[in-house]
């Protein structure tokens, strides 16, 4: 039977109970008992009726609720598939991009050193008046050390640079991190249950870059 035939047996069974009850005081109030009495053994038995249809009504509910919710729930999963799939892709391209900024501030850093170590040897073999240098041996050492200046400080800013643009590319792949593993877990409790992963569900990254969950 439908949920519809079911419905519709439900009202008529209601409405007949209802005229039984009405038949059922009328004959007591007339005064014939076995009338009475007869009207209520009906009732009883369109009373059991009802309750298996009302019953029959419940199962089929329960079924189609579990029904959308199931639907409802595959719906979402597929949705977070694909979120997880960009997240997961934003998260290993923001490690690439870290991994990047760190070797780009290991070559500021050797580049700094390199400066610093240029304007010390200079400092150090400074010309000597003993050494009777010339006006223009004396101009010459005087703009090769302001070259050496600027390009140390060139060389210090540009690793300031590099360490501010590290820092924030930590930040980037932390919160993309977070945000995959966010997604990560709530795919995973939306899996059927064959397949979801028992207790809490963890980020990790291989030697690659590449993000997994387990």
Request: aromatic share 2%; with cysteine; charged share 30%.
């Amino acid at each position: 039977m439908t949920i519809e035939t079911l419905l519709a047996e439900h009202s008529r069974l209601s409405g007949k109970i209802a005229d039984a009850s009405v038949d059922a005081a009328t004959a007591r109030r007339s005064g014939y008992p076995v009338a009475a009495a007869h009207c209520q053994r009906c009732i009883r038995a369109l009373e059991i009726e009802l309750a298996g249809i009302t019953a029959a009504i419940d199962t089929i509910r329960s079924r189609e609720a579990q029904e959308f919710a199931e639907e409802k729930r595959r719906i979402r999963h597929g949705e977070l598939i694909a979120l997880c799939r960009a997240a997961k892709e934003k998260a290993e391209t923001s490690v690439l991009e870290l991994d990047r900024a760190r070797a780009e501030q290991i070559q500021a850093e050797n580049k700094a050193e390199a400066a610093k170590g240029a304007v010390g040897r200079h400092r150090d073999n400074l010309l000597s008046p003993s050494d009777y240098p010339t006006s223009a041996e004396l101009e010459q050492e005087r703009e090769l050390g302001t070259a050496l200046e600027a390009e140390l400080e060139k060389a210090l800013a540009g690793l300031r640079a590099a360490k501010e643009h590290t820092v924030a590319m930590q930040h980037v792949a932390l919160r993309a991190q977070r945000e995959f593993e966010a997604l990560a877990v709530q795919e995973a409790n939306l899996r059927p249950a064959e397949s979801q992963i028992p207790g809490r569900v963890t980020l990790s990254r291989n030697a690659d870059g590449v993000f997994s969950i387990s």
